[in-house]
């Protein structure tokens, strides 16, 4: 049997007191105290650090290509801009469902209201130019839009309300540097006339993306008659 005063046979001696019952009472040595109290911190810092990569794992979410609004609050027919590459026949589909048929900006300048260019961008692809002041030069031309490039045009217009705007926009009767947006469905037309850019922000913007396209289409000379 183990001697009085210890615990266990390796153990370190232990301090034995009296309670005042006359029962004895031993008082653990000071290291192993201290083991313990180092033991139950790690545990208590191990549990923390679980903790805290299970929040994180919580938190983290997928990657999303495109927000959720960009897809979900665009109306049907212009869906698919946002679906990638389509097959020949989706792509003859999206081009025919396409509410216009041809968008065309014109400007016009001076007292004897001198065109300075019309163009005109078809839902077919074609498109066509007339213009009294370069670049590319005066003349008559015809060149290409892409099919994706027309459908965000008509995107445009819808996002800015173009069939709500007012036919015509005018502050000074004597300006005369006109821009004017006509839009067909084929079945109907509507014009709008923006003398002196007084037009609200949205017919500014129409104006500007038309001019933007023109810009960025490779124009060929239509050839002369013989």
């Known amino acids: 049997m183990p001697q009085a005063g210890t615990i266990g046979r390796n153990s370190a001696p232990a301090k034995v007191t009296m309670k005042p019952n006359g029962h004895r ?40 290509f495109f927000a959720p609004a960009t897809v979900t609050n665009v109306p049907d027919v212009y869906k698919p801009l946002y679906l990638g590459e389509l097959p020949a026949d989706r792509l003859a589909a999206f081009r025919a469902g396409l ?11 001076g007292a004897a209201s001198n065109l300075v260019y019309r163009v005109t961008l078809y839902r077919s ?28 045009l008509c995107y445009a217009l819808d996002n800015n309300r173009f069939n709500e705007l007012q036919n015509q926009y005018r502050a000074d009767p004597l300006e005369k540097n006109v821009c004017i947006v006509t839009v067909s469905t084929g079945e109907s037309k509507k014009t ?11 017919l500014w913007t129409i104006e500007q993306v038309i001019d933007g396209t023109r810009r960025s289409i490779d124009w060929k000379p239509v050839p002369k008659p013989k």
């Open 25 to 64: 009472m031993f008082r653990a040595h000071p290291a192993r105290i201290g083991s313990v109290i180092a033991f139950c911190m790690m545990l208590a810092l191990l549990g923390a650090c679980s903790k805290r990569e299970n929040q994180n794992q919580e938190i983290a979410k997928p990657v999303v």
């Open 99 to 109: 509410p216009y048929e041809s968008i065309s900006l014109e400007r016009i300048s």
């Open 192 to 202: 709008v006339t923006d003398y002196g850019t007084i037009g609200p922000i949205e």
């Open 125 to 152: 692809g074609q498109a066509e130019l007339t213009t009294n002041a370069p670049p590319p030069k005066t003349g008559k031309f015809t060149g290409q839009i892409d099919l994706f490039t027309f459908a965000r």
